[in-house]
């Protein structure tokens, strides 16, 4: 049985395609995303029996509408954790793009699609400078965005001399607080698109396969014909978009464009901004993303966030809450690789 | 003599893969043990095994007579098995004495490190390995050949009654070599029982005593003294025939028209008035030692360091050859690059995403849409002529053997239609057959038009594949010698250029 097995090792998956599939079965099982889906399923349905309120309609759409922004924020860094980088600057950079969205639609009264569209051109172009200044200067994007988190926030608060624009468009802002069927945010429906786009990016694209080729291994990349430096560069752009986006849904969500609305230095995007996609698997050295897994981990966490609080637990005891999270996540996922490893899975 | 390690019956599974089936093996103290078989046929796994990596699924080990049941690399350490490995173990910035006591030193993390005693106890393993360096130099300052020597050092220092030393010479000179034998032989006679593991067939029957052969993960032989057992006696248990030498006559294809033409080429990491050409189906080979500046020469070729003077001619050409994706798309240049792991290979990534990457660009429709099937289509007719032996083109690249890895950077080039095609150090730790497979592809590769730009350190590959041969030297070229396939001319003439280069510079 060895024999032939291994003599038909080079048949690429004709006779050993059935044990494949057991293989790729029980992969499925042990995978990030399955481990995600049992754990929503759980927590739902603890908060659900300890609190009846937590399926209310209200609730729910509380939920989706929150869940949406953490969501775009998680993937705004998972495009750049697929290069093996990181991005500080998510928050200071979806701020800058919503006060420029605000900015248009106060100061010209552009109606919201082109402003919308401006604000995202703002964190594409914001993006851009964070990805032009690593692959330029070499440093890692720990720093470069380090640096520029403070910069872009700093000059935005100069420009706005720290004020709200609250004139915004009153469809933009109805777009932000519109009920589909009395529970679904239509900002849900935003995310959802962005999500099936970017699975559509790594797995159907020549551009997104290269993002992880570069990310993987920049040499092996570079010498197999791929344009390094432009591919990175093409993910902080993206990432500025998708922190653009996020920034944009907090402005549709709240009617108004306001400069301490991700806290300062938009630092209280960050913690979002990890979770999701340390949850969701991405691996922190690049090369392999999962946008399912980012969605679901940056659903859990803010499923927990609403239904802790829902069960009237102190805010600060939330964040300890995440923080083990987010640790047992990660002691989880260790174990489940080394499992993988041991037994040649992956 | 008594057995002072013996395996007995091994069974090793992996889903989909049976590592090693009923493998036995017996150590005697004071012998090097030979473990031989091609790349895939279990002598890592077996190695794993036996230091607490992987646990066995069946089978028994005894060590100086007693159960041995390692359950970490730990134990294993502490029960005397030493491992040195084909890669790098050491911490590049650290000492040499910090390197050979790191074990030790974790052993007790808050104790303050006494460091002149550190650095006279290593004194003693460095003097007895004949290593020329200072304990408190750091490791990234020594050479390749005496980092070896540190990690031996190291191994030997934790009192290893058994050392394995998986392809120590991979990178080591001849006259390194010769040094490291005689302190392998020496230890021996001190009783050290050492286990060699080596695709160097000379080699092994230079210094060993007793050879075990694996074979598909089975026992081909068992323990038997190497004594009366010929390299083709060896070659037959390895891979079950005997080794074919090619005897392909020598060519001459500079009557075709020029592929590739360098001429007066500097660049900017240092290269000065270099000239070369490569016709139509030729191969040109680029002998030089270690930093002659060859690998750097493909990459300025490929477009990844700056071309300063002279022109570079494809197809009779001007080329404007700006980065390395110019040089893949456009003029379909390929770069099989020595480093596999580093530069060659992604090797989180799967063989079908690796083989793909050249051609994603090529293949994409309208807007950049590509899907897996449109890659599959492309590239499975090469991934199964090169013979890839993966379960599926799912399989993470990094889980293959070395040989199959270096298919699948082969096959990425072919794949691609590369009109030119570099190959650097091809056969660096591949198995005879394996090799012997990619001489006749890249034979064959020619005949069907590739030019071929081979670079090697072996001179007997050097002198069966290449038609022409560049000899490089400091970053220059000395000379070109045509190939007429007489091993012994052809070295000499290579090395007399080369030493023309250090008499004129002396």
Redesign the interface.
Known sequence: M??S??DS??D??DT??E??RT?AL?RFFLSNEFGLIVLVVIFAIIFSTLSPAFLSKFSLYALGRTSAVNIMIGFSMMVVILTGGLNLSVGAIGVSSAMFGGWLMQAFGLPWVPAVFGGLAMGAALGAINGIVIVQSGLHSFIITLATMSIFFGVMIFLTQADSYREISPEFAGFGRMKIQGVVSPLLLVTIGVAVLLSGLF?????G??M??AG??P?????????VNRTITLCHMLSGVLAGIAGMMLVARTGAAIPSMAGQLGQDWLLPAFLGPVLGGT?LTG??VSVLGTLLGSFLVTMLTSGLLLMQVGAFWIQTYLGLLLLTAVLIDLARRRYLQ????? | MRGVFNAQGVLKT?????AL?DVSLTLTQGSIHALLGENGAGKSTLIKVMTGV?RPDAGSMTLAGAAYEPQNTHDAIAKGIGVVHQERNLIPRFSVAENIFLELMADQPLRRIDYPKLYRDARRWLDMLEIDADPATPVERLSVARMQLVEIAKALSLNSQILMLDEPTASLTPHETDTLFGILRRLRDDGVSLVFVSHKLEEVQEICDSVTVLR??RNACESRPLEGLGRQDIVRLMIGRSEMIPDWSARDRTGDRPVLELSGVSTGIGHSNIDLSIHKGEIVGVYGLVGAGRSELA?AI?G?FEVTAGDVMVDGRRADIR???D???RYRIG?V?EDRK????????SVL?NV???I??R??KL??????GHVRKQT?PY??KL???????EQ?VG?LSGGNQQKVSVA?WLAAEAKILIVDEPSIGIDIKTKAYLHELIRELSDAGTALLLITSDMPEMIALADRIVVMSDYRVMGEIVNNRDYRAMSEGIMGLIQDNEASAA
């Not at chain 1, 041991?342 to 992956?346: A, D, E, F, G, P």
Request: aromatic share 6%; proline share 3%.
């Open positions: 060895i024999a097995s291994r090792a080079s690429i998956g050993q395609s044990q494949f293989v029980l797995r159907l694209t020549s551009l396969r290269e992880l080729a993987a291994n040499q092996a990349a570079e010498l197999s014909g791929i344009r691996l090369g392999r041991r037994r040649k899975l992956v | 992996f889903p989909g893969v049976t089936e992987y598909d993960g990459k490929l990844k980065s390395v994706a040089a893949v798309g770069y690059s580093g530069e060659g290979l992604i090797l989180i990534h995403e793909g990457i050249p994603w660009r293949l994409a807007g950049g849409f590509l899907t897996k499975e991934i199964r013979e890839v032996r993966t379960p599926s083109l993470n889980n990425k």
